[in-house]
């Protein structure tokens, strides 16, 4: 089964930058995405792109300061984050959706899940 480990979370300022990268443990085809859980809230969805990289998709919260991309070469998904904002404060998920063909934004369509890295922007 293939493992995902994510990195890349830390404290940053308002309006600062940063860039989680996730792992997988072997070649996927999957749709991989980033998830995040903000203290007291339930889990949302935040971004996701296909195996081709063709279809990508934005919550509208990040829509603009956030990129996806990812490097099928190294099994690896980034998520570039700019002028962060506080309520950008939570742990960050990446998952992937291993039912190959779609490219959904339905975290309950992800059936493998990292274990996550915090992110806090704070002054």
């Known amino acids: 089964q293939v493992q995902l480990v994510e990195s890349g979370g830390g404290l940053v300022q308002p309006g600062g930058s940063l860039r989680l990268s996730c792992v997988a443990s072997e070649p996927t085809y999957a749709t991989l995405g980033w998830f995040r859980q903000a203290p007291g809230k339930e889990r949302e969805f935040v971004a996701v792109i296909s195996w081709s990289t063709i279809l990508s998709y934005y919550a509208d919260s990040v829509k603009g300061r956030f990129a996806i991309s990812r490097d099928n070469a190294k099994s690896t998904v980034y998520l570039q984050m700019n002028s962060l904002k506080l309520e950008d404060t939570a742990v960050y998920y990446c998952?992937?959706?291993?039912?190959?063909?779609?490219?959904?934004?339905?975290?309950?369509?992800?059936?493998?899940w990292g274990q996550g890295t915090r992110v806090s922007v704070s002054s």
């Open positions: 998952a992937a959706d291993t039912k190959i063909g779609r490219t959904t934004v339905d975290l309950s369509d992800y059936n493998l």
